[in-house]
């Protein structure tokens, strides 16, 4: 989190901009391809580097493959402090940020189904690639009829949504349009069964709202797994009443004070804020979503270094403002990347974390709100975004204290402009900050929240991917815009769910 520009003639190695190189959009069936060798041209796009510390042993790597940068500081170099006073033990730290640093840019190519699980089934951490599972399906298979064709049953999941006041919207094999439900026969037991079918433990809230469409969806006493199986398509609803269902408490606070520009965060203020440790390091943020599920960035997790795609050496800190009395942590049970995340062009940078247990709220714990259908933040859009990244562009040394800084959101026309990014900005992003420069997210808030509110609710807009350094004048923060992953976000919630 940098409150102001920070300059140095001789910065570590994380960013560098070169041109870009534009690229078709993967299919399911191609293999997914996350890096290439480091003989071989580098990553087109900069963006925010992890922060981590050394793990209990060295990689193997040497010192002559990597060439970093000098700065004559006693023998700390790249800008950093020294560990203890221990030059031995910072030197080791250094080139294992320059070694992961290298990773997370080259990446590894390999192949991903989608997740990793604990007992390694399905995949391989060693040097053979993963398999990319591809869900067999039959040529007669009919999407959203609330019957089961495909083995992952991947023609059933993106059949429910969320619309203005989280209406909710269905799509039937009947008529093909996510429609809403009449609210006539609703219960519930049904709003329970949708929010498990999404993928959470159960319902929040089942109300009602009036609807002006002409067509709703009427419950009938079909039985289904689904409930895209147990509706059918109605000329209108009585009354026009239909459902909204909210399968999780979220978007609140329990202060509404807040402070303009790269300030330390109070009590409160962001309870869905978390901090992704690998090793007792802090790496990356994270954002609460679910009692047991977490949004983070996928770059979080480079391929290069197997270990860091296994559950068990990380930990998740959820409600503290201070890095230096953490509460215990939670398990992490599994890792979800996002298969098409492309580390070359920064497109598509989100994971989702499953949590061997479900977090308790309070006032210091509390989900963000996903957005739902068609929701805009229009540019110009006062936001929000946290985390304990750096304080300074370039600094190896996360901050101690959880920071907080308001940034706007600006078009993807504007930041695509030849002076800002030059075409980087993708559909899959969403740029937010300041064009004067001053305040920005930086290293260390990677896969930390953006987060806009509407009606005194906080909803995630973006996650915190990438830039070109922090703070600098036309060179905003770039988020993975989390709206347009909503149906990836619950089908995998779906796939994992308790």
Not at 42 to 70: C, E, G, K, M, N
Not at 312 to 318: C, D, G, I, M, P
């Amino acid at each position: 989190m940098v409150p102001l520009p920070y300059f140095t003639n001789d910065p570590p190695p994380p960013y560098y901009s070169v041109a870009v190189h534009t690229q078709p959009p993967l299919k399911s069936y191609e293999e997914v391809v996350y890096g290439v060798g480091p003989a071989q041209i580098p990553a087109d796009q900069p963006h925010y580097i992890p922060q981590y510390a050394p793990p209990v042993a060295a990689p193997q790597v040497t010192q002559s493959s990597l060439s970093p940068r000098r700065k004559t500081r006693g023998c700390c170099k790249n800008n950093a402090h020294c560990y203890g006073g221990s030059c031995v033990a910072f030197t080791l730290a250094v080139l294992l940020a320059v070694a992961i640093w290298l990773g997370v840019q080259y990446g590894a190519r390999v192949l991903s189904q989608g997740f990793i699980n604990n007992d390694g089934e399905n995949e391989s951490i060693n040097d053979t690639p993963a398999v990319l599972i591809i869900d067999n399906c039959p040529n007669t298979t009919i999407e959203c009829d609330g019957i089961r064709d495909c083995e992952l049953g991947s023609d059933e999941m993106d059949c429910v949504r969320f619309s203005g006041r989280n209406r909710l919207e269905v799509r039937t094999s009947q008529d093909g349009r996510f429609l809403p439900i009449c609210f006539s026969g609703w219960n519930q037991s049904l709003g329970d069964q949708v929010c498990a079918q999404l993928g959470f433990r159960k319902s929040y809230r089942n109300t009602s709202i009036t609807s002006q469409d002409s067509l709703g969806l009427r419950v009938t006493n079909r039985l289904s797994d689904s409930i895209q199986g147990q509706v059918e398509v109605s000329s209108s609803c009585p009354d026009q009443n239909t459902v909204t269902l909210e399968c999780v408490e979220c978007g609140k606070t329990q202060t509404t004070s807040r402070i303009v520009g790269g300030t330390a965060a109070q009590r409160g203020q962001w309870p869905w804020q978390l901090s992704l440790q690998f090793r007792g390091f802090h790496v990356c943020g994270g954002v609460l979503i679910a009692p047991d599920f977490v949004l983070t960035a996928a770059h979080c997790f480079p391929r290069s270094n197997p270990s860091m795609l296994l559950p068990q050496f990380w930990r998740v800190y959820a409600g503290t403002l201070s890095l230096s009395n953490l509460p215990e942590p939670f398990i992490v049970e599994k890792i979800i990347l996002n298969p098409n995340y492309n580390n070359r062009t920064n497109d598509q940078d989100i994971a989702l974390l499953k949590l061997a247990a479900e977090v308790n709220f309070n006032d210091d714990v509390h989900p963000a709100c996903l957005p739902v259908n068609a929701q805009q933040f229009l540019p110009g859009t006062a936001c929000w975004t946290s985390g304990f990244g750096t304080t300074e562009s370039g600094s190896s040394v996360v901050s101690n204290d959880l920071m907080e800084v308001t940034v706007d959101i600006i078009s993807t026309q504007v930041c695509n402009n030849p002076r800002v990014y030059g075409g980087a900005v993708t559909d899959n992003m969403v740029c937010a900050g300041h064009l004067e420069g001053g305040r920005d997210s930086c290293q260390g808030d990677s896969g930390g929240p953006l987060v806009c509110q509407i009606d005194d609710v906080w909803y995630l807009v973006g996650i915190t991917s990438w830039g070109a350094g922090c703070a600098e004048i036309n060179k905003p923060g770039v988020y993975t815009r989390v709206s347009r992953f909503l149906p990836w976000i619950y089908t995998n919630m779906q796939h994992v769910r308790p």
